[in-house]
């Protein structure tokens, strides 16, 4: 009697080879959508921290160590709506924009000359 071909024990071979495949394809994709999701999570983290840092600089000191509530109490619709009035100097005196009182001369101002003609 000849021997026949087991052929479904060779296709459920194939079958859990394939399967095999395929998970481990869906794992590479998955690790790599992660590892994109990580870099997307630095660029982000970098850009908050680099526009944190900038309002930071830009804001006035006393508004910066202001109590959260005395900044609500204020009713501001825009930071750049805080006009803040430090204290004066009290050294404070007026200058004339026209006089130097340091130097003891009379010195123009420099937007008043008349830009010099153009020599061909």
């Given at each position: 009697m000849p021997r026949s071909r087991n052929l479904s024990?060779?296709?459920?071979?194939?079958?859990?080879?394939?399967?095999?495949?395929?998970v481990r394809l869906a794992q590479v994709k998955a690790e790599a959508a992660l590892e994109q999701m990580d870099e997307?999570?630095?660029?982000?983290?970098h850009q908050v921290g680099?526009?944190?840092k900038r309002i930071r600089a830009q804001s006035d000191n006393?508004?910066?160590?202001?109590?959260?509530?005395d900044f609500l109490n204020l009713?501001?619709?825009?930071?750049t709506d805080y006009k803040w009035k430090g204290p004066e100097p009290s050294d404070s005196r007026a200058r004339n924009?026209?006089?130097?009182?340091?130097?003891?001369?009379?010195?123009?101002?420099?937007?008043?000359?008349?830009?010099?003609?153009i020599v061909q």
């Amino acid at each position: 009697m000849p021997r026949s071909r087991n052929l479904s024990l060779r296709q459920a071979q194939r079958k859990v080879t394939d399967q095999e495949e395929k998970v481990r394809l869906a794992q590479v994709k998955a690790e790599a959508a992660l590892e994109q999701m990580d870099e997307f999570e630095k660029r982000a983290k970098h850009q908050v921290g680099t526009q944190t840092k900038r309002i930071r600089a830009q804001s006035d000191n006393h508004l910066l160590q202001m109590k959260i509530s005395d900044f609500l109490n204020l009713k501001l619709k825009y930071f750049t709506d805080y006009k803040w009035k430090g204290p004066e100097p009290s050294d404070s005196r007026a200058r004339n924009n026209s006089v130097s009182t340091d130097r003891g001369r009379c010195r123009t101002r420099q937007c008043s000359q008349l830009p010099r003609p153009i020599v061909q």
